[in-house]
């Protein structure tokens, strides 16, 4: 029996990480449900982008406030998880506080988990009093209702009881180690904790040993299922920054991808030597996709998907979003937002029909993201540039252009009087390339 504290703790460990290994699992295959795209050019400057972006946080400190207090999250959340290391092999042996035989060093260590624990507590509490009390506008939009919104508060009341039992752990603990109490030989240094051994004076080692143990397999436990919930959740992106920054866009923000299809023809149309009537050489039909464009997000490339998964709905793409910022309805969050969820709802599709999907009448375009928002889009690149994490919305926005366009001539009448006036007048005007100098006659 004096084992079974053990052999309970790897049951909870095994179960914990093949869940999170069979959620892994599925989010890899739906983000692989994209199209394939060549993203091994300058290896040396993506690992750059890495390490700058989603390590360094360059691009969370352009906002400082916001930016100060995520840093310190980002650092506690990172540092504080090697203590679950010692708390892993604690529960696996049987020992207790099994690195504390590294003395001063183990001292500091304990004592820089209690500075951040307590410095992610107060920034946590400082999250929660923007999204509900100041209410942010970036936080309040309409695609920030609902389960969004309930996401967003419940990992910060995760976070909050997290802190609370490490402190309250190591708080007991420090007065057993007072008391002199077996098993509990004195380690590490409290700078936060010890001030709760008022709440502590007058309790008995038996009572004291409950809350320390009590604590300690709710932080534990409290930790396996936050890593699980990250899949259900906007905070995948603890995960995904990583390689979503590494794979981010490296080519100007204002270049634009052309069709390989279109270039050849346009190529060939400009070449005297090419008689237009000709067939195509062997092969090169191959060239041409069975669609332009994207509709659904099986026709968006990897790195779309990847984009998506990311997204922290933070709303500085939306915030900073001219078109939004205009009244319109596109909100580049919401793109992502919607290209997720969709995604979610193919791979469950695939999921209920044993590994296949079968057409369930929906699609990304029309039943999540509207035309309107599509063509309320300015293509300035502001929600890419705005981006913490290197997402780029503006490159759903035109493929979905795309396919408008291409597949079904749907664009709005403006532009497709532009192009009509481009293709029978070489020039964007209604006027004959004869008259095109009349003005200076006037």
Not at 306 to 314: D, G, M, V
Request: charged share 20%; proline share 4%.
């Amino acid at each position: 029996m004096s084992f079974l504290p053990q052999i309970i703790f790897a049951i909870a460990l095994v179960i914990g990480i093949g869940y999170f290994a069979n959620n892994v699992r599925k989010l890899w295959r739906n983000i692989k449900l994209g199209r394939d795209v060549d993203v091994s050019d300058d290896k040396p400057q993506r690992w750059r982008n890495m390490a700058r972006i989603a390590l360094g946080q360059s691009k969370m400190v352009k906002r400082p406030i916001a930016g100060f207090l995520h840093i310190i999250v980002y650092v506690g959340f990172v540092v504080i998880n090697i203590e679950v290391l010692e708390i892993i092999i604690d529960g696996l042996t049987g020992e207790h506080r099994i690195f504390s035989g590294a003395g001063q060093i183990y001292d500091i260590l304990i004592g820089s988990f209690e500075l951040l624990a307590f410095g992610v507590l107060v920034s946590v509490i400082i999250f929660l009093i923007r999204r509900n009390i100041i209410k942010l506008k970036r936080f309040m939009a309409r695609e920030m209702t609902g389960w969004p919104k309930n996401d967003a508060n419940i990992i910060l009341y995760f976070e909050v009881v997290l802190m609370c039992l490490f402190l309250i752990m190591n708080g007991a603990d420090l007065q057993l180690q007072l008391n002199g109490a077996e098993g509990y030989h004195t380690a590490g240094s409290f700078p936060i904790s010890q001030w709760l051994l008022p709440l502590f004076d007058g309790l008995s080692n038996a009572t004291l040993i409950i809350i320390e143990r009590t604590a300690w397999w709710l932080h534990i436990l409290g930790i396996i299922i936050f890593l699980n919930y990250l899949y259900f959740s906007k905070h995948l992106h603890i995960l995904l920054a990583f390689p979503n920054t590494y794979y981010g866009k490296l080519n100007l923000k204002g270049q634009f991808d052309n069709l390989e299809a279109v270039t050849n023809e346009v190529k060939m149309m400009m070449d005297p030597n090419v008689d237009p009537f000709a067939a195509a050489p062997e092969g090169e039909d191959d060239a041409v996709p069975a669609k332009f464009g994207a509709s659904d997000v099986q026709d968006l490339s990897w790195v779309n998907l990847l984009n998506a998964y990311t997204c922290t709905e933070c709303g500085r793409c939306t915030s900073e979003c001219p078109a939004n910022m205009t009244g319109k309805k596109l909100s580049p969050r919401k793109i992502m937002m919607d290209t997720r969820d969709r995604l979610e709802e193919v791979g469950k599709n695939i999921d209920a029909n044993k590994g296949e999907f079968k057409d369930d009448g929906k699609q990304l375009l029309g039943d999540y993201i509207l035309k309107e928002e599509l063509w309320a889009c300015t293509s300035c690149n502001a929600c890419v540039e705005a981006c913490p994490v290197s997402i780029d919305p503006l490159n759903i926005i035109m493929q979905m252009r795309q396919y408008l366009v291409m597949e079904q001539s749907a664009a709005p009448m403006e532009l497709n009087n532009m192009m009509g006036n481009i293709e029978n007048n070489g020039a964007p005007w209604p006027y004959n390339q004869m008259d095109r100098l009349n003005w200076k006659n006037e």
